[in-house]
């Protein structure tokens, strides 16, 4: 062989495994960059996590404090009554109900969230009327919205379907809502319930003109354990575990909950329920 191909033979040979060396290295280093991208995103989420649900359980300490201290002091009064002071001991018993009722309904909200994430939560399923579900949920929150001043304002119309639902459980999900908006309205605010016939099934609307959420905000008041700080925590008592259980109940039943907000604007929440949920579908 001549020695002009064969130096250009060891010099293409060389430069192959310079090329191979180089893009072996080059697939290493970008595989090590992607590890170390996926270790940090898997860290920032368990640190979120993490966060959230301290910041939750710190919370919660305060929502069951509040109510067990007023059943330890009401009672502890009760017992020191005098005979002929009923009035004041029935009053006092009112007290320790409503605070009873308070810490019984914050358990509950921790045991659905509990069943909704271990995927052990079931729903019992029956036909009933959307607009009867509806109307007796506004009733329960009416008088709360009068004493509010709040405007409210129905468009309902009577030609509703019949949905395949759990009533209690969608109930639960129209009462956080309308709570949700009179709660965070201010005193003469309006809040609107919509409904209307979709897709064989049903689209409930509540909208408010309440202090409304940044998209930041929002994202965390859906997540389960979220707290959003500030006006929202602060000055509104709750366990931040609401909206994430309704979210959860309307998918549960096939549906959705999609809520948009802006600040100092309102919130608007969209309920969306199939005729029947799919499990019942098959």
Partial sequence: MAPGMQKHRDSSSKKETLMSQYSRNLGQLMSRSQAERALRAAKLESDFASRTKSEFFANMSHELRTPL????????????????????????????????????????????????????????????????????????????????KQTLETRIPRDLPVIAMDSVRVKQIL?????NAHKFTKEGGRILVMAEAHKGGVRIAVADTGIGMTADQLAVAVTPFGQIQGAYSRAHEGTGLGLPIAIALAQQHGGNLHISSQPNVGTTAVLTLPAVPPDIQA
Avoid at 85 to 101: C, S
């Fill in 69 to 148: 201290n007023a059943i330890i002091g009401f009672a502890d009064l009760i017992r020191h009554f005098p005979p002929g002071e009923r009035e004041k001991g029935e009053e006092y018993a009112t007290y320790i109900a409503n605070a009873g009722k308070h810490l019984l309904n914050i358990i509950s909200d921790i045991l659905d969230i509990s069943k909704v994430e271990s995927g052990t939560f079931r729903l019992n399923i029956e036909d009933y009327e959307i607009e009867e579900i509806l109307n007796s949920s506004i009733l329960l929150v009416r008088d709360r919205m009068l004493e509010k």
């Fill in 175 to 179: 009462i956080n809502l309308l709570s």
